[in-house]
């Protein structure tokens, strides 16, 4: 059989991108799986395998007590305890250590995939020389929100109610505002001074409606302090924007249409890489915090749940049985496993359409 070199060069230009964002998915989920690891080990609490992957093993390795495992599937992996999901007479199974033990074991998932998050913005902002911040400094020609209420040196501090951290929030508060009106709060003259009905151009893209910005803003030098404020701010940006989008999506202001899954989210970042792999790292920042965070819900299955569950137990000084413990874990699997199917097959569909 006779390969075509060009045709193939040309297949790995097009396939490597969505290799990598495979890649990074993989990076993240293990990064919040070494959490539980890590902390179990600190613990002494039982780690019977820590894989790579799922499905069949590729390779494994035994270490001590613990298995070391790749699998077949790239999409995540786990870190198997002891009496995990089920009872155990080990003293150190994970279900007989003390609750608070549990609770930090389960909550480090979700702390390191924000602690990730944190490391790639300080990345990001490391080459800067100086920083945007929230207060005006001009306007343009005839800006409708300087006629209907804004003004120089105003420091935004919040749109609509909603705290204002970094430019980031800006750009999400200003997104999806059909008559171009907004209340905006701003610090001026050392006091807080809310501003009803400011008024913004709009544009829209994709469905979406945008406020035009009709203003810059001043920059922040860049010294060891401020590049570590900037950093946690836009941390926080990043942070208060995932949970406005799960309450805007709740709240019906955007259709399940502006979700996205896994399908969905790797083309997005294949794309960004396809641009160049610097641009990446935002991407990657949002998706390791929103993996931190969404873990934190408690919904069955999730880490949330279980600390839901930790929780209940340390107030009541009785764990709930395990049998109807894991009938929930095993309902909200069901549930969020259908739903990301769903949503999955929404992405393809907009792929094959599009």
Request: aromatic content about 12%.
């Amino acid at each position: 059989m006779v390969i075509n070199i060009s045709s193939f060069l040309n297949f790995l230009n097009n396939v490597w991108p969505y290799l990598v964002a495979v890649l990074l998915f993989l990076l993240l989920i293990l990064i919040h799986e070494f959490g539980h690891f890590i902390s179990a080990k600190l613990f002494k609490v039982k780690v019977n395998e820590f894989a790579v992957g799922f499905g069949p093993k590729l390779f494994s390795k035994k270490a001590g007590e613990t298995v070391y495992s790749v699998n077949l599937i790239p999409l995540g992996g786990y870190c198997a305890m002891e009496g995990e999901d089920e009872n155990s007479s080990d003293s150190r199974a994970f279900c007989n250590n003390a609750a608070w033990k549990r609770f930090i074991i389960v909550i480090m998932g979700a702390v390191f995939n924000i602690l990730l998050g944190l490391l790639i913005i300080a990345i990001i902002l490391a080459p800067e020389k100086a920083f945007t911040s929230t207060t005006i400094a001009e306007f343009e020609p005839n800006a409708l929100s300087q006629q209907t209420g804004l003004a120089v040196n105003d420091e935004i501090i919040k749109v609509d109610g909603r705290k204002i951290y970094t430019t980031y929030d800006l750009s999400y508060a200003f997104t999806n505002i059909d008559d171009g009106k907004i209340d905006i709060t701003v610090m001026r003259d050392g006091e807080k001074v809310l501003l009803k009905d400011v008024t913004f151009e709009t544009e829209e893209e994709n469905g979406i409606s945008y406020l035009t910005v009709d203003f810059t803003v001043y920059g922040i030098e860049k010294t060891f302090g401020s590049y570590l404020r900037q950093t946690v701010d836009t941390a926080f940006s990043y942070c208060s924007v995932i949970w406005r989008s799960l309450f805007d999506l709740i709240g019906g202001k955007y259709g399940i249409s502006a979700v996205s899954g896994p399908v969905g989210v790797t083309v997005a970042i294949g794309q960004a890489a396809k641009q160049s792999l610097l641009n990446i790292l935002p991407i990657m920042a949002l998706i390791t915090i929103n993996l931190g965070l969404f873990n934190l819900l408690p919904i069955p299955a999730l880490d949330g749940g279980r600390l839901l569950f930790i929780l209940i137990e340390m107030i009541f000084r009785k764990p709930v049985p395990q049998k109807y413990e894991a009938a929930v874990h095993t309902a909200g699997f069901i549930l969020l496993f259908a739903f990301m199917l769903l949503i999955s097959a929404k992405d393809i569909w907009s792929l094959i359409v599009n």
